[in-house]
């Protein structure tokens, strides 16, 4: 009985664990490069936006508030 459990894998592959190799690894990376870029793009919007808030609300003759 004991040789039995000393012969059985610790890891067993299962089914679930499938689901991991659907991607390759280069897949992987540029879907988390790509989500990760997608997720810094709107504090490029923003640095690029907000310090024109100023001359835009000079040139339209409206408040910094309206502008926003």
Do not use: C, N
Not at 22 to 32: A, E, G, L, M
Not at 48 to 55: A, D, L, N, W
């Amino acid at each position: 009985m004991v040789s039995d459990l000393e012969d059985t894998p610790l890891l067993v592959s299962t089914t679930d664990e499938a689901i991991y190799d659907r991607f390759t690894p280069d897949q992987k990376k540029w879907i988390v490069f790509l989500v990760s870029f997608a997720g810094l793009l709107p504090m490029f919007v923003q640095a690029t936006f907000v310090p024109s808030i100023p001359q835009i609300a000079k040139d339209l003759d409206s408040t910094h508030a309206v502008v926003r």
